[in-house]
């Protein structure tokens, strides 16, 4: 880039950082800092690495649809339910979060990067996304 435009251009230049920076800041927050997956990823890492699929949802939403052999712990009662998914975690088994649209996963998956869960996937864009792909719902 030409330093004259910079210098001319302060502003525009400033305005493209702070705009990167705040786009790159939602990203690893929606993601809870995890990695993410897509919906077309996630049958391979289901069949391939036996990944469980866990659905933050709350109950209602869920029983009007869900990615199949999902299990459901809605995010109010997230924490109160991490016992249930240690066995997961002895067994060395990929977790993937997911909810209707990927915001309630990453927080959720920050909760168990801070409970010391290693392999902890997002879906990314969530439920909504699978649908997208004309992916199988279970209802």
Request: aromatic fraction near 6%; charged fraction near 20%.
């Amino acid at each position: 880039m030409d330093i004259q435009f910079i210098t001319l251009n302060w502003h525009l230049f400033a305005a493209l950082v702070v705009i990167s920076t705040l786009i790159v800041v939602d990203t690893l927050r929606r993601s809870g800092g995890s990695n993410q997956v897509s919906a077309v990823q996630l049958p391979q890492l289901i069949n391939h690495e036996g990944a469980i699929v866990v659905d933050v949802c709350e109950s209602a939403e869920f029983n009007k649809g869900h990615i199949p052999a999902a299990i459901n712990i809605p995010m109010g009662e997230f924490k109160d339910n991490l016992k249930r998914l240690n066995k997961y975690r002895d067994k060395k088994k990929p977790i993937v979060l997911t909810c209707q649209s990927g915001t309630r996963a990453g927080r959720a998956a920050a909760i168990l990067r801070k409970n010391e869960f290693s392999d902890v996937y997002t879906l990314t864009g969530g439920v909504t996304a699978w649908e997208k792909e004309n992916l199988p719902i279970e209802r």
